[in-house]
């Protein structure tokens, strides 16, 4: 969906290196998240914020950080990535109007860590 | 614990025939159900959504989905497949109760449709 971009698309590291994925959203949306999917696991919850003052951890926060820089723009961090953190990640977004709000996609950044 | 299962890890159809891709869930309560597609290297696309009412819910590109609470399922079908429906698939699941949206992922279907 281009209404939610991620970059960058790829990105190979090395073992202890600090890196920032960025996403950013037209669609207006309060809500984003970031996920991570790994082959066999589905899509898996890092972080999730509700606004730019309300940042929570997911199910799979450890090893990463997140800021929300303004309400369009969600960044994940990882301060010393490890190789088990290779995989996709995705950023999504939601409206404020409660559970039956639909998650929107980015296309996903491939992380490869050495 | 909540959870969600997708039985089949590959689909294989033939173009033209029905297909179905499973899912079945394990969360309290009735929750919200969804369907998401993702193709070669792009994120993952909203399919079709189950929140109340009719247990068969349409969706885009042809597709459908069929809730069933007494065997808490959710299954996606489409009439006629298509080569280009070749895909990944993923059911995901939103309880009801937790305090936040949060979406509960199967592991996917790779969906492979054969000309």
């Known amino acids: 969906d281009a209404d939610v971009t991620q970059t960058p698309r790829n990105r190979i590291t090395k073992t202890g290196k600090r890196i920032m994925l960025e996403c950013s959203q037209t669609k207006g949306h309060d809500r984003m998240y970031w996920y991570r999917q790994d082959p066999g696991l589905g899509l898996r919850l890092i972080y999730y914020?509700?606004?730019?003052?309300?940042?929570n951890k997911g199910e799979i926060s450890d090893g990463y950080s997140v800021s929300r820089q303004a309400q369009a723009k969600f960044s994940l961090s990882l301060e010393s990535a490890i190789p088990n953190q290779t995989a996709l990640y995705f950023c999504?977004?939601?409206?404020?109007?409660?559970?039956?709000?639909?998650?929107?996609f980015g296309p996903g950044t491939r992380l490869l860590v050495l | 614990a909540q959870s969600v299962a997708q039985p089949e890890d590959q689909v294989n159809v033939a173009e033209g025939n029905p297909l179905t891709v499973k899912c079945t869930y394990s969360v309290s309560g009735n929750p919200y159900l969804f369907w998401y597609v993702q193709y070669p290297n792009r994120g993952l696309q909203f399919l079709l959504k189950y929140i109340t009412g009719d247990n068969l819910v349409k969706g885009s590109y042809g597709f459908e989905a069929e809730f069933n609470k007494s065997q808490t399922s959710f299954h996606l079908k489409k009439p006629s497949a298509l080569v280009s429906d070749s895909a990944l698939y993923f059911c995901?699941?939103?309880?009801?109760?937790?305090?936040?949206?949060?979406?509960?992922f199967g592991a996917g279907t790779r969906l492979a449709v054969h000309p």
């Open positions: 995901a699941v939103r309880p009801l109760s937790g305090g936040y949206n949060k979406l509960i």
């Open positions: 914020s509700f606004d730019v003052k309300d940042i």
């Open positions: 999504a977004t939601s409206a404020t109007s409660g559970y039956q709000e639909t998650q929107y």
